[in-house]
């Protein structure tokens, strides 16, 4: 089992920037695939940004709509993944959740892709 711990979110002005984290327990965590992502009230949960392994050490992808203003990273000495965003809109707003499953080499676009699920931290960005 994992269990994820979200935190980092709150209310900022658009523009400004705010850090999520990721706290997992567990001992295999550098073996996990990680993922961020959001639901917005009314609508379904959508992927923002995922950090996996490769050959040449972690590989990240991204949303088109946060390429460029969000950065996913993770350090497996803390068991912790983050999610820096800057120049944040106001279609940012949303719960943002993190969400690990076991790397076995593919990208993972789905919520269904994932095992585990944090219990989200909200992101409000006014405009």
């Known amino acids: 089992q994992v269990q994820l711990v979200e935190s980092g979110g709150g209310l900022v002005q658009a523009g400004g920037s705010l850090r999520l984290s990721c706290a997992a327990s567990?001992?295999?965590?550098?073996?996990?695939?990680m993922g961020w992502f959001r639901q917005a009230p009314g609508k379904e949960r959508e992927f923002v940004a995922a950090?996996?392994?490769?050959?040449?050490?972690?590989?990240?992808y991204y949303a088109d709509s946060v390429k460029g203003r969000f950065t996913i990273s993770r350090d497996n000495a803390k068991n912790t993944v983050y999610l820096q965003m800057n120049s944040l809109k106001p279609e940012d707003t949303a719960v943002y959740y993190c969400?690990?499953?076991?790397?076995?080499?593919?990208?993972?676009?789905?919520?269904?892709?994932?095992?585990?699920w944090g219990q989200g931290t909200q992101v409000t960005v006014s405009s």
């Open positions: 969400a690990a499953r076991w790397d076995s080499g593919g990208y993972y676009y789905q919520p269904g892709e994932y095992d585990y």
């Open positions: 567990g001992r295999t965590f550098s073996s996990f695939a």
């Open positions: 950090i996996r392994r490769s050959w040449s050490g972690d590989s990240t």
